[in-house]
């Protein structure tokens, strides 16, 4: 039908004929647009337009009226049609072409195919609403494809095409003028034109310059630039830019392309070309045959040194027909980013719209998914890029930005079909259109795009395999997809004005499973899908007309397309339904679902709320504009004067004078220098911040002190307190600056930096660089970097990181994270992000500060007001509730909103805002009423007003205003100030505008004014709000978020009105509304109210969250029953806030609203939360949600802590008082308890030579033995009798002892002349005592020896010696076998000053861990060997925690004896060493005598040793300098026993003094010399004491230097004795005592005892045994108690007198007469019957014989003849059988005068 010259083809026909027909539809004029004058006009005829066109005053140019809204759409306005009542139809609108993109960065080098980011073009075309090409304005006006196109930079300079330009220019009227939307733009030429458009070869239809030589351009995804060559431009090559699947791979010609052909033109910018005919056409490619890509693509366009040139030729196949669509790799686009630069999350929440595209992956390559074939012919003019970014897969745009989980099945990647957006929707509508995707895959948009958002709020709720309840319950068996839909029609019907959210959908899911079935595990399906329609319809037209349903078999895409034009088509918004519910049935294929939201209230909240901060700033760009627009609005509305035409009448009535500031006694104007110059009295009673610590913040802080306590218990890995000496300090804030001064001055209130030694001197500054900001600014980065290196260089501070109020941003953390030496401690009023699946924060290492904590014990009467509290305002009766919603301010911005559908909410309503404010001072000024403001504004406005004129210091309220935005908020900073100084109220009341970076600034007369109040210099000036404390002022506060800042007393109002999009999750809300939380003064009416509010929660289960409840219930009754001294603020919200916050007054908002921004649920049908405590809150949340951020890599990180509550309860002073008492606590780690004996001065000296050398052998022997027992931990034993005892000695040791009285102790530092425990660990002592070293050659390997010992008492026994490597060197192992030959020993001669000579053997009583065996600093590092000896029972634990140490491992019959069994078993090891040792030397041929025969028994509480001078002072020395001391002492090898005196704070010693006395603690033990004496195994409590006496008593040496003197810790655990416990085959009758301890041979109603047999007997004997003679009338002083063969106690009230009937006859035996008889036979032989016979006791003395067993009783019985003077009764321990009960023989004594035996008395 035409040629190649551009006459009709088919083509342009049938363009040409869908332009028309669609212009006449959408037309205002009955006047069809002429068809056949642009199909039929020649190309050379061009319609000559004049250079300026007259315009008609009431027309405004269509391409004027073109704005970029702030999302980024056009919109086509005049300000006629902005104007109030309904929208009007514009007759024609047109979009503007955008400006041409700058240069493209291509790849130098070989030549690629250019697959560019979708920027510059993608985004300059992205949402906009896409108009039918061609609709152009009535023929008097510029065609506005050529007014409205920036000349190409081609024409910007010398090439020029050779046809004339022509310029368009208008003149403004001064109406036009003032309209935003009709500015003045500069002319700027145009190519000349047709109604055709433009037909020079190398400029495309709309003018732009598409030449090689001259093009830059921006690509979007997947296009690649080609060039063209045109036979009418041979000798330059035209560009285009088409989609890289539709041509072959460069190089490649046999690779697979799709055929057809998609391409944009880079020259206008204009898209979607679907026919290269098409193309052709629009290029002016002048093709003198066929127009086919293959004949006329010939090159790809490639970047070689900054140039565009040609490239490699495209590889066109000669059959282009048989080609098969070819594969392309999966892609995945980047979502649009969040203005912290991260990524948005999708939160399934009215703010969880994104843009975000993913293809499939999961499909392996050559699937059938991979074959993409070219998409059914849509619509002419159909978007192809529009199609690709809001269209493949609904899901792909708003999918999160990791990979998508396994188990949710993506829909398929091509949507069947595409939908159409009619124009004028949003106008018709009143608002955007909201489309809820839910259960299908939701077809493409194109069309007017721009007046639609896709939001995936319910999507997952239909998505299977992903609403699990529980572990494997899934709910595709309980609900099905019918029933989830009907679900969801029901839900939305009836929500009314309430926004939809996901949780609330949820709640309704879960309860119709609960009522399917009765439970959650229900199989029923209650919709089937024949029932749909008919039930959908039905709750729709149950709603009122706020619902619609519509059904189609088609295709999803024709029925939205179908209820898209309904709703365009609608005759004003308030016809249309808020939900169009559109149910797709098809016969062969799942169901699906989507909703269509056009209420405006809804739809506006789901569109407005999906946007980040940073596409709220770029939606702010027009501000101006809209200010201007609203401002035209409300010219008349204030009594038919403009409101600043009143304001400027009244300001000049002023005459220049303003109101008083203060004080009313003065003129009602006075003049502005007078006012200027007024200063107020300092004011006393100004409210300052209490510093004081509350109850409820110390117990916050050791509740953190205990969980890190039970850290370092649990895993010294983890945590090890031991190393650390001092506590180090960072707080990490957000970047707020006033929140920055706030932390300042806390942390300098509170004096803690002092308390922990951080600082020297107490100053504000001080503090400072302990504080920093978490931001990008140099001083905050540097300031980390000096502390990451503190860190990494203080090993022995343990740091503590407080991140305040900053979230899970833990960015720049990740360095120390896993440090040993950082604590990091979380704080937070809303910590929900914290409380996910993948927190780092371990769930018991959470601390809630409940506020109920805050009654219990507070004298103060203050009390907690927070967010509860406002919701139980909502119940009050009495009074007016603190919690209220302006509603006449909401119908007035719905108004607004209605009139103006393109306007922000956010614009509208803070303009409407300040102008209430602005019209209440106006009449507060004036004393008038015009309208305008609402009450709850006026009144607050004019208490603001009048307070300070009624006060004589000028003091009054400060009323918060809450404005996000922080461009709106400087707007509103900027009219309230002029406002006021136009009024003549300059100095009554200070507008502040505060955010996040910004200091708080006032003017000069308020910053005088506060100067006064509080008596401080000019240089003081406010840092903080609390500041602010009681000046008259409006404080703006702007920023998205709050970030806990505290506010002054002097709050009254809290006017959250603004904040209403993107706050309804809980985070948010609790955010908010903390601005007005604070401590308030109250006296309570009912004081048994509020002394129910116990904040101890300390049961489990049902009791905890009853107790929980019941306290939140007292507290309410409490809160409405007292009469307030402060008044808590009064918060203005706004509806859909009130409306939440009244739905659930008990607190059951937290169990319906998400989270926060930061977390996602982690399925979308979960179990109801039923519960409100912290606890409960904690558990479901780290269940069901998860962080939408990047945690660290380690889960459950142990050091890691979390501090939460309400804002304002105390937080701050809570976790600084825990650094003070976990210092203090840290100090006392480092601090021993030691034992102070009471000892007034020392022994008495024989020896009247005055000390002047050391102790030598001779001068000791003639010692006499000092029998006094000074240690205090003796106190239960009885005194030795000599004859000086005199009668206050048993007095105070009865004293001691019956009153139960602590030992005396004394707190001593450690130091590095002390031992250590396992919680000590420092890099020097690291190896020793773990053995851990960087070394492969030094790993810790151990081996276990037997060692066998032949005993004459207990035969042969086996001994194990765990032998680490590191310690072989001190063992003598056979060559062949390896086996264990002995310990090592020195000889006498040699010296090594290196190494010690006696080997330790360290008795392990204590707990492992408490015990001091690590010795590497108290023995100067030098070598020596360490023996630990233990119970077989305690192996694992000493060898866990002390794996580098020799252990010995003592027999099993060992676990029941006491400390005389260890030592017994040590000095029979040591004896069969020396014997081994001997006889190897003589192998070697050294005389065995000169083998080293001593060796060193010590306790493992031995903590610090002491020397004292020669000016006798104390000196603090090592161990290993002790040692060297005693082994260097002359004829030590001659002394039995050599000991050291234990320290005391009473001792008073001189130098070289040294007495003879009992050795124990420490003790050089010469194995030799006492060969035959042994300790007692049996002795539990004192074999120190028996075995010294017995030693003495071989007449050995024993000598105990008193110089030289150890400190004894303190232990709870003593000597370690063994409980006693009834035997379970036994019934006890009553409490085990001392007298049930034996019972008669053969007796059935005793109760046996599991406790070894010695013990009872010991502990028989020290308690009830000889208690029978305190009651008589004996004196005790003189008639000790004779023990035969050893040291047994009796008790302390009791002497007693050891003697040995073999060492000869005892000079005090003379005319003594004994009070008792103790006999022992277990160890010892049986004495003499005759020395028996000569000792003399008193009538009714007492007498224990102890005998292994019945026999051995009656045996010793009959020798020494017992039964003829004493009245004897056999009794035996109360053991079982198997344990071996020993035999105790009790008699009395008997006179017998007449028989004159010598004996008797």
């Given at each position: 039908m035409g040629n190649s010259q551009g006459q009709l083809k088919s083509s342009r026909f049938e363009n040409a004929l869908h332009m028309s027909i669609e212009q006449s539809l959408r037309s205002s004029s009955a006047t069809p647009h002429p068809l056949f004058s642009q199909l039929y006009l020649e190309k050379d005829i061009k319609v000559g337009l004049p250079e300026v066109l007259p315009v008609p005053p009431d027309h405004v140019d269509p391409c004027r009226q073109v704005a970029i809204s702030p999302r980024g759409s056009t919109q086509q306005e005049s300000v006629h049609q902005r104007g109030p009542g309904p929208p009007q139809v514009p007759p024609r609108l047109v979009s503007p072409l955008p400006p041409i993109p700058g240069p493209i960065p291509l790849v130098h080098g070989p030549i690629q195919r250019v697959v560019l980011?979708?920027?510059?073009?993608?985004?300059?075309?992205?949402?906009?609403?896409?108009?039918?090409?061609?609709?152009?304005?009535?023929?008097?006006?510029?065609?506005?494809?050529?007014?409205?196109?920036?000349?190409?930079?081609?024409?910007?300079?010398?090439?020029?095409?050779?046809?004339?330009?022509?310029?368009?220019?208008?003149?403004?009227?001064?109406?036009?003028?003032?309209?935003?939307?009709?500015?003045?733009?500069?002319?700027?030429?145009?190519?000349?034109?047709?109604?055709?458009?433009?037909?020079?070869?190398?400029?495309?239809?709309?003018?732009?310059?598409?030449?090689?030589?001259?093009?830059?351009?921006?690509?979007?995804?997947?296009?690649?630039?080609?060039?063209?060559?045109?036979?009418?431009?041979?000798?330059?090559?035209?560009?285009?830019?088409?989609?890289?699947?539709?041509?072959?791979?460069?190089?490649?010609?046999?690779?697979?392309?799709?055929?057809?052909?998609?391409?944009?033109?880079?020259?206008?910018?204009?898209?979607?070309?679907?026919?290269?005919?098409?193309?052709?056409?629009?290029?002016?490619?002048?093709?003198?045959?066929?127009?086919?890509?293959?004949?006329?693509?010939?090159?790809?366009?490639?970047?070689?040194?900054?140039?565009?040139?040609?490239?490699?030729?495209?590889?066109?196949?000669?059959?282009?027909?048989?080609?098969?669509?070819?594969?392309?790799?999966?892609?995945?686009e980047v979502p649009p980013q969040s203005g912290d630069g991260r990524t948005s999350p999708d939160r399934e929440h009215p703010q969880g719209i994104s843009d975000i595209h993913v293809k499939e992956e999961s499909d392996p390559p050559g699937s059938s998914k991979d074959l993409k074939q070219p998409p059914k012919k849509r619509h002419r003019f159909h978007n192809l890029d529009e199609e690709k970014q809001a269209g493949e897969s609904p899901v792909k745009r708003r999918m999160h930005s990791h990979p998508p989980s396994p188990e949710v099945k993506l829909p398929p990647s091509n949507a069947k079909d595409s939908a159409f957006v009619?124009?004028?929707?949003?106008?018709?509508?009143?608002?955007?259109?909201?489309?809820?995707?839910?259960?299908?895959?939701?077809?493409?948009?194109?069309?007017?795009?721009?007046?639609?958002?896709?939001?995936?709020?319910?999507?997952?709720?239909?998505?299977?395999?992903?609403?699990?309840?529980?572990?494997?319950?899934?709910?595709?068996?309980?609900?099905?997809?019918?029933?989830?839909?009907?679900?969801?029609?029901?839900?939305?019907?009836?929500?009314?004005?309430?926004?939809?959210?996901?949780?609330?959908?949820?709640?309704?899911?879960?309860?119709?499973?609960?009522?399917?079935?009765?439970?959650?595990?229900?199989?029923?399906?209650?919709?089937?899908?024949?029932?749909?329609?008919?039930?959908?319809?039905?709750?729709?037209?149950?709603?009122?007309?706020?619902?619609?349903?519509?059904?189609?078999?088609?295709?999803?895409?024709?029925?939205?397309?179908?209820?898209?034009?309904?709703?365009?088509?609608?005759?004003?918004?308030?016809?249309?339904?808020?939900?169009?519910?559109?149910?797709c049935d098809p016969e062969h294929d799942e169901l699906q679902f989507c909703v269509v939201v056009s209420g405006p209230l809804q739809a506006r909240a789901l569109i407005e709320g999906s946007t980040s901060s940073a596409d709220r700033a770029n939606q702010h760009s027009t501000i101006a504009e809209d200010i201007l627009l609203l401002a035209s609005h409300f010219d008349k509305s204030c009594q038919g004067i403009e409101l600043d035409d009143l304001i400027a009448k009244f300001s000049a009535h002023l005459d220049g004078k303003v109101f008083p500031p203060f004080n009313s006694a003065l003129p009602a104007k006075i003049d502005e220098s007078e006012a200027s110059e007024m200063k107020p009295t300092p004011y006393e009673d100004l409210h300052e911040r209490d510093t004081s610590l509350h109850p409820h913040q110390i117990r916050a802080a050791m509740m953190l002190l205990s969980r890190v306590c039970s850290i370092a218990d649990r895993d010294r890995s983890s945590l090890d307190l031991g190393r650390f000496t001092e506590v180090g300090l960072l707080i990490v804030t957000p970047p707020s600056e006033v929140l920055y001064e706030q932390t300042v001055d806390r942390l300098h209130s509170s004096r803690i930096l002092l308390d922990v030694n951080l600082v020297s001197m107490d100053s504000r500054d001080a503090g400072k660089p302990f504080v920093m900001k978490l931001d990008d600014r140099t001083g905050s980065q540097s300031q980390l970097e000096d502390f990451v290196a503190n860190v990494r260089s203080k090993a022995e501070t343990l740091f503590v990181v407080v991140l305040d109020?900053?979230?899970?941003?833990?960015?720049?953390?990740?360095?120390?994270?896993?440090?040993?030496?950082?604590?990091?401690?979380?704080?937070?009023?809303?910590?929900?992000?914290?409380?996910?699946?993948?927190?780092?924060?371990?769930?018991?290492?959470?601390?809630?500060?409940?506020?109920?904590?805050?009654?219990?014990?507070?004298?103060?009467?203050?009390?907690?007001?927070?967010?509860?509290?406002?919701?139980?305002?909502?119940?009050?009766?009495?009074?007016?509730?603190?919690?209220?919603?302006?509603?006449?301010?909401?119908?007035?911005?719905?108004?607004?909103?209605?009139?103006?559908?393109?306007?922000?909410?956010?614009?509208?309503?803070?303009?409407?805002?300040?102008?209430?404010?602005?019209?209440?001072?106006?009449?507060?000024?004036?004393?008038?009423?015009?309208?305008?403001?609402?009450?709850?504004?006026?009144?607050?406005?004019?208490?603001?007003?009048?307070?300070?004129?009624?006060?004589?210091?000028?003091?009054?309220?400060?009323?918060?205003?809450r404005i996000p935005s922080p461009q709106l908020a400087a707007l509103a900073y900027q009219r309230l100030r002029q406002v006021r100084d136009r009024l003549g109220l300059s100095y009554r009341f200070e507008v502040i505008l505060a955010g996040p970076d910004r200091a708080v600034e006032v003017h000069q007369h308020f910053l005088q004014r506060l100067q006064a109040w509080r008596g401080l210099p000019s240089s003081w000036a406010p840092a903080t709000y609390e500041d602010l404390e009681g000046l008259p002022c409006i404080l703006i506060l702007t920023d998205e978020h709050t970030h806990g800042e505290s506010m002054p007393k002097s709050l009254k109002v809290v006017d959250l009105r603004l904040v209403n999009e993107g706050m309804f999750d809980l985070a948010g809300l609790e955010c908010e509304l903390g601005l007005a939380s604070s401590h308030v003064t109250r006296t309570p009416v009912d004081a048994r109210s509020t002394e129910r509010c116990d904040g101890d929660e300390t049961g489990t289960g049902d009791e905890s969250t009853k107790r929980h409840e019941k306290s939140e219930q007292d507290a309410t009754t409490a809160t409405r029953r007292m009469e307030a001294d402060e008044e808590p603020p009064l918060v203005l919200v706004s509806r859909q806030a009130f409306v939440v916050l009244n739905e659930a007054q008990s607190g059951g908002y937290a169990c319906s609203l998400p989270p926060c921004n930061d977390t996602r649920w982690m399925?979308?049908?979960?179990?109801?939360?039923?519960?409100?405590?912290?606890?409960?809150?904690?558990?479901?949340?780290?269940?069901?949600?998860?962080?939408?951020?990047?945690?660290?890599?380690?889960?459950?990180?142990?050091?890691?802590?979390?501090?939460?509550?309400?804002?304002?309860?105390?937080?701050?002073?809570?976790?600084?008082?825990?650094?003070?008492?976990?210092?203090?606590?840290?100090?006392?780690?480092?601090?021993?308890?030691?034992?102070?004996?009471?000892?007034?001065?020392?022994?008495?000296?024989?020896?009247?030579?005055?000390?002047?050398?050391?102790?030598?052998?001779?001068?000791?022997?003639?010692?006499?033995?000092?029998?006094?027992?000074?240690?205090?931990?003796?106190?239960?034993?009885?005194?030795?009798?000599?004859?000086?005892?005199?009668?206050?000695?048993?007095?105070?040791?009865?004293?001691?002892?019956?009153?139960?009285?602590?030992?005396?102790?004394?707190?001593?530092?450690?130091?590095?002349?002390?031992?250590?425990?396992?919680?000590?660990?420092?890099?020097?002592?690291?190896?020793?005592?773990?053995?851990?070293?960087?070394?492969?050659?030094?790993?810790?390997?151990t081996r276990i020896h037997e060692f066998r010992i032949c005993d004459p008492l207990l035969g042969e026994v086996s001994c194990q010696f765990i032998i680490p490597s590191q310690q072989e060197s001190n063992f003598i192992f056979e060559n062949e076998t390896g086996s264990l030959c002995s310990l090592h020993l020195p000889v006498t001669g040699q010296e090594n000053k290196q190494a010690v000579k006696s080997p330790m053997f360290m008795l392990m009583r204590n707990l492992p861990e408490q015990s001091l065996a690590n010795l590497y600093h108290v023995m100067d590092g030098c070598r020596h060997t360490l023996v630990l000896v233990c119970k077989e029972k305690d192996t694992d634990a000493i060898r866990k925690q002390w794996p580098c140490h020799t252990v010995l491992v003592l027999p099993l019959l060992a676990n029941s004896m006491g400390g005389g069994g260890l030592k017994y078993f040590v000095k029979r090891v040591a004896t069969q060493n020396l014997r081994a040792e001997r006889l190897r030397y003589q192998t070697l041929g050294v005389d065995p005598g000169s083998v080293w025969p001593l060796i060193l028994i010590m306790e493992d509480w031995l903590f610090s040793w002491r020397k004292t001078d020669m000016s006798r002072s104390e000196v603090e020395v090592?161990?290993?300098?002790?040692?060297?001391?005693?082994?260097?002492?002359?004829?030590?090898?001659?002394?039995?026993?050599?000991?050291?005196?234990?320290?005391?704070?009473?001792?008073?010693?001189?130098?070289?003094?040294?007495?003879?006395?009992?050795?124990?603690?420490?003790?050089?033990?010469?194995?030799?010399?006492?060969?035959?004496?042994?300790?007692?195994?049996?002795?539990?409590?004192?074999?120190?004491?028996?075995?010294?006496?017995?030693?003495?008593?071989?007449?050995?040496?024993?000598?105990?230097?008193?110089?030289?003197?150890?400190?004894?810790?303190?232990?709870?655990?003593?000597?370690?004795?063994?409980?006693?416990?009834?035997?379970?085959?036994?019934?006890?009758?009553?409490?085990?005592?001392?007298?049930?301890?034996?019972?008669?041979?053969?007796?059935?109603?005793?109760?046996l005892l599991l406790a070894p047999p010695h013990f009872v007997v010991e502990k028989y004997l020290s308690d009830v045994a000889f208690q029978g003679l305190l009651s008589s009338s004996m004196d005790l002083l003189h008639h000790p108690v004779l023990v035969m063969e050893g040291y047994i106690s009796l008790g302390p009230k009791i002497p007693v007198f050891p003697v040995s009937s073999t060492a000869g006859p005892v000079s005090e035996l003379e005319g003594m007469a004994f009070s008792g008889l103790v006999i022992d036979t277990c160890l010892h032989p049986v004495p003499s019957k005759q020395f028996i016979q000569q000792s003399r006791f008193i009538d009714a003395a007492q007498l224990v014989l102890i005998s292994p067993d019945g026999n051995s009783a009656r045996t010793a019985v009959m020798e020494l003849d017992l039964e003829r003077n004493w009245q004897l009764e056999t009794l035996q321990t109360a053991n079982t059988r198997e344990d071996g009960p020993i035999t105790v023989i009790r008699g009395t004594h008997r006179a017998e005068p007449d028989r004159g035996l010598g004996g008797q008395i």
């Open positions: 980011p979708p920027s510059s073009l993608a985004q300059s075309y992205h949402q906009q609403r896409y108009i039918i090409p061609g609709q152009f304005p009535p023929p008097h006006a510029m065609p506005p494809l050529m007014c409205n196109v920036p000349p190409p930079p081609s024409l910007r300079h010398s090439d020029k095409p050779p046809t004339q330009q022509h310029h368009h220019s208008r003149l403004l009227s001064p109406k036009e003028e003032r309209s935003p939307r009709g500015q003045r733009s500069s002319a700027s030429p145009a190519r000349p034109a047709t109604l055709e458009g433009c037909q020079d070869v190398g400029f495309c239809k709309a003018g732009a310059d598409i030449r090689l030589s001259s093009i830059h351009a921006k690509l979007p995804d997947r296009f690649v630039l080609v060039g063209a060559t045109s036979p009418y431009l041979p000798e330059d090559t035209l560009v285009a830019a088409v989609d890289g699947r539709f041509l072959p791979l460069p190089g490649n010609a046999q690779s697979l392309h799709l055929t057809g052909f998609s391409g944009d033109c880079v020259g206008c910018g204009k898209r979607g070309f679907r026919y290269f005919s098409e193309f052709a056409n629009h290029i002016n490619l002048k093709v003198v045959s066929e127009a086919k890509k293959e004949n006329h693509l010939r090159y790809y366009i490639t970047l070689r040194q900054g140039r565009m040139v040609k490239g490699a030729l495209i590889p066109w196949q000669a059959d282009a027909a048989a080609r098969e669509p070819r594969m392309l790799p999966a892609v995945v009619p124009a004028n929707l949003a106008d018709c509508c009143g608002t955007k259109v909201a489309i809820l995707e839910c259960c299908g895959s939701l077809p493409s948009l194109h069309g007017h795009v721009s007046d639609v958002s896709v939001s995936a709020l319910f999507r997952r709720s239909f998505l299977r395999g992903t609403n699990e309840l529980s572990e494997g319950a899934q709910t595709e068996n309980t609900l099905n997809q019918p029933t989830r839909i009907l679900l969801l029609i029901k839900y939305l019907l009836q929500l009314g004005p309430r926004l939809p959210y996901c949780e609330g959908f949820a709640a309704a899911l879960t309860r119709a499973v609960t009522e399917t079935d009765g439970s959650l595990g229900g199989t029923s399906s209650v919709v089937t899908r024949e029932q749909l329609p008919s039930l959908a319809k039905l709750s729709a037209d149950a709603s009122h007309g706020s619902g619609r349903v519509v059904v189609t078999q088609d295709s999803l895409a024709a029925g939205l397309t179908e209820v898209l034009q309904s709703l365009a088509s609608s005759l004003s918004a308030d016809r249309c339904p808020d939900y169009t519910f559109i149910v109020s900053v979230g899970s941003d833990q960015s720049g953390f990740q360095e120390i994270a896993d440090v040993p030496n950082v604590l990091f401690l979380h704080v937070s009023s809303t910590p929900y992000s914290l409380q996910t699946r993948n927190t780092p924060i371990p769930r018991e290492n959470e601390i809630h500060m409940d506020k109920h904590q805050y009654v219990e014990g507070d004298s103060s009467h203050s009390r907690y007001f927070g967010i509860r509290d406002y919701q139980a305002s909502l119940g009050w009766t009495n009074q007016t509730p603190l919690l209220q919603s302006d509603e006449t301010f909401e119908l007035m911005a719905e108004s607004l909103l209605k009139s103006y559908p393109d306007l922000h909410s956010r614009i509208a309503g803070t303009y409407l805002l300040v102008r209430q404010y602005s019209v209440a001072i106006l009449n507060a000024a004036t004393g008038q009423n015009h309208r305008g403001a609402t009450d709850a504004t006026m009144v607050t406005v004019q208490d603001l007003i009048a307070s300070p004129l009624a006060d004589k210091h000028g003091r009054g309220p400060m009323v918060l205003l399925a979308g049908l979960r179990p109801p939360l039923t519960s409100s405590s912290s606890e409960d809150r904690s558990s479901y949340y780290r269940e069901w949600t998860e962080s939408s951020h990047e945690m660290p890599d380690t889960m459950n990180h142990p050091r890691r802590l979390l501090l939460y509550g309400p804002p304002q309860i105390g937080k701050t002073g809570a976790y600084l008082h825990f650094c003070r008492v976990l210092h203090h606590m840290l100090v006392k780690l480092q601090e021993v308890e030691v034992d102070d004996d009471h000892r007034t001065t020392g022994p008495s000296n024989p020896d009247p030579a005055p000390l002047g050398g050391p102790p030598d052998l001779s001068r000791v022997e003639r010692m006499t033995f000092d029998t006094t027992i000074y240690q205090e931990r003796y106190k239960h034993c009885s005194l030795i009798w000599h004859p000086g005892m005199s009668k206050q000695d048993l007095t105070r040791r009865a004293t001691s002892d019956v009153q139960g009285k602590k030992n005396s102790t004394v707190l001593v530092k450690a130091t590095k002349l002390t031992s250590h425990n396992s919680f000590h660990s420092c890099e020097e002592c690291q190896s020793y005592c773990t053995g851990d070293s960087t070394k492969e050659s030094e790993i810790l390997t090592s161990l290993n300098s002790v040692i060297c001391h005693v082994e260097a002492l002359p004829d030590i090898t001659q002394f039995a026993l050599m000991g050291v005196d234990q320290w005391s704070t009473r001792s008073k010693v001189t130098q070289r003094d040294c007495r003879k006395s009992f050795v124990d603690n420490m003790v050089f033990l010469n194995v030799e010399l006492t060969e035959d004496v042994q300790y007692n195994p049996y002795e539990f409590f004192h074999e120190d004491i028996d075995f010294s006496w017995r030693v003495h008593n071989r007449q050995l040496p024993i000598c105990t230097l008193a110089y030289l003197q150890v400190m004894v810790k303190s232990t709870l655990r003593e000597l370690n004795p063994p409980d006693i416990i009834v035997h379970p085959s036994t019934l006890s009758r009553g409490p085990i005592t001392a007298d049930r301890f034996l019972v008669l041979p053969g007796a059935d109603d005793c109760a």
